[in-house]
């Protein structure tokens, strides 16, 4: 199989979403899951973007994104990979790395 770099965007707001509370904030989300994956795949590149679903957005996509985590009342952090989404709210590792290993990610 062969190996395609991906990004692994988190969407998440400074205020915690009401139903997730005594959950990380989103940038504590982000965080984590960035050394997260750097430890489970180490030397294989990916990139990790971290929107704030409150602010203006340059890349539209990212931005159109955005606009539905709140209108479709999403629990936040979201975590897309490619166009699916493999996260919300509380994130699981497993679910992440599993999407990760479809693009030719090899755990160590």
């Not at 395609?4 to 988190?10: D, I, K, P």
């Not at 400074?14 to 990380?24: A, F, G, H, L, T």
């Not at 504590?28 to 294989?44: G, H, N």
Request: charged content about 30%; glycine content about 6%; aromatic content about 12%.
């Amino acid at each position: 199989m062969e190996f395609t770099e991906v990004e692994v965007v988190l969407y998440g707001a400074e205020q915690i979403c009401p139903s997730c509370v005594n959950m990380p904030s989103s940038k504590e989300t982000y965080e984590w899951l960035e050394a997260a994956i750097a430890r489970k795949f180490p030397q294989q590149p990916f990139k990790i973007s971290y929107v704030d679903i409150h602010q203006p957005q340059e890349d539209t996509k990212k931005g159109d994104f955005a606009k539905r985590v709140i209108e479709e009342d999403m629990f936040y952090p979201v975590v897309l990979i490619g166009e699916k989404v493999v996260g919300e709210g509380n994130p699981r590792l497993k679910t992440i790395f599993a999407e990760l290993e479809k693009y030719g990610y090899k755990a160590v």
